[in-house]
């Protein structure tokens, strides 16, 4: 199923879609490229608000993207891999019997569906600026995001049918 189908169907039914993801396999090529789009959505949802930003305080919105980038897209994933190890010891410690990859997948698979919101609350920042709209939209993808990740670690983590 295309990735684009399978972000629709995480909004009806997280558990079902990281079930199949699991069924497919151990594959850590899948898993990078998870985290990697959502790190390269990630950057490109900053870029209004950037652009705010530049022309507010007349700055030079190339440094700002320059930043942006280095954050978004080389060093955040490696803060998600650490951050998935961890919540693996946490699950292990909880009685959870997945793999690290499961943990992995979880994440990941988790923060790639979000990303409607991401962008979304990009647009706010950029075209509205700070205020009430950009917090409701924030509040939103935090929660839509810990609905996927909890859902899906729990997924991960039960022993394989």
Same mark, same amino acid.
């Given at each position: 199923? !295309?990735?684009?189908?399978?972000?629709?169907?995480?909004?009806?039914?997280?558990?079902?879609?990281?079930?199949?993801?699991?069924?497919?396999?151990?594959? #850590?090529?899948?898993?990078?490229?998870?985290?990697?789009?959502?790190?390269?959505?990630?950057?490109?949802?900053?870029?209004?608000?950037?652009?705010?930003? @530049?022309?507010? #305080?007349?700055?030079?919105?190339?440094?700002?993207? %320059?930043?942006?980038? /280095? *954050?978004?897209?080389?060093?955040?994933?490696?803060?998600?891999? @650490?951050?998935?190890?961890?919540?693996?010891?946490?699950?292990?410690?909880? *009685? %959870?019997? *997945?793999?690290?990859?499961?943990?992995?997948?979880?994440?990941?698979?988790?923060?790639?569906?979000?990303?409607?919101?991401?962008? /979304?609350? %990009?647009?706010?920042? *950029?075209?509205?600026?700070? %205020?009430?709209?950009?917090?409701?939209?924030?509040?939103?993808?935090?929660?839509?995001?810990?609905?996927?990740?909890?859902?899906?670690?729990? #997924?991960?983590?039960? !022993?394989?049918?």
């Amino acid at each position: 199923m !295309p990735v684009t189908s399978d972000i629709a169907a995480s909004y009806r039914g997280p558990a079902r879609v990281m079930r199949h993801l699991l069924d497919m396999g151990q594959r #850590e090529d899948r898993a990078l490229a998870f985290v990697m789009a959502f790190c390269v959505i990630a950057f490109v949802a900053q870029l209004p608000a950037l652009a705010r930003r @530049a022309h507010l #305080e007349q700055a030079d919105l190339n440094m700002l993207m %320059g930043g942006a980038l /280095l *954050g978004s897209v080389f060093l955040l994933p490696l803060l998600f891999y @650490a951050i998935a190890l961890l919540s693996h010891w946490v699950a292990r410690m909880l *009685g %959870g019997q *997945g793999s690290a990859y499961g943990a992995r997948l979880a994440l990941f698979w988790s923060l790639l569906a979000s990303t409607p919101l991401v962008l /979304l609350n %990009g647009l706010v920042a *950029g075209f509205i600026g700070p %205020g009430p709209a950009l917090s409701a939209v924030g509040l939103i993808w935090v929660a839509v995001f810990a609905w996927f990740w909890l859902t899906n670690l729990r #997924e991960a983590q039960r !022993p394989a049918p």
